[in-house]
């Protein structure tokens, strides 16, 4: 392969209609993320389902954030700096596994979502 092939963008560059996670978002998503990844655990997991609020506040959520866990709004909490790999955590215990969470984010059913996979052309 040619050096061309491996070229990066430049710093700061966004490709239309997608959101780049770059450094500035990790930094705000902070919160957001450190939540998420305490989902990792079965004493954590418990600890969400138990009591949401009090598990959003651990972590010092804003209101904000508060309110796009409370909707399971994913595309809202991604624009917030949450970082996929963290939210599926999230989506997981929240019974929005990674086939929901598309759906929700591309504003379709469930149902229309899961007609769209395997599907050629689909994607």
């Not at 700061?12 to 705000?28: A, K, T």
Request: glycine residues 12%; proline residues 2%; neutral net charge.
């Amino acid at each position: 392969m040619n050096q061309a092939s491996h070229a990066q963008l430049e710093p700061g560059m966004r490709i239309g209609g997608s959101l780049v996670f770059d450094l500035q978002l990790s930094w705000r998503g902070l919160r957001i993320n450190t939540m998420c990844h305490a989902l990792s655990t079965a004493q954590g997991r418990e600890s969400f389902k138990s009591d949401e609020e009090a598990f959003m506040q651990r972590f010092a959520l804003t209101e904000a954030e508060r309110v796009l866990v409370r909707a399971r709004d994913f595309s809202g909490l991604l624009e917030a700096g949450g970082n996929i790999y963290y939210l599926i955590k999230l989506g997981a215990v929240t019974g929005h596994g990674l086939y929901r969470m598309g759906a929700s984010m591309r504003g379709e059913t469930y149902e229309a979502f899961l007609a769209t996979r395997n599907v050629p052309g689909s994607v």
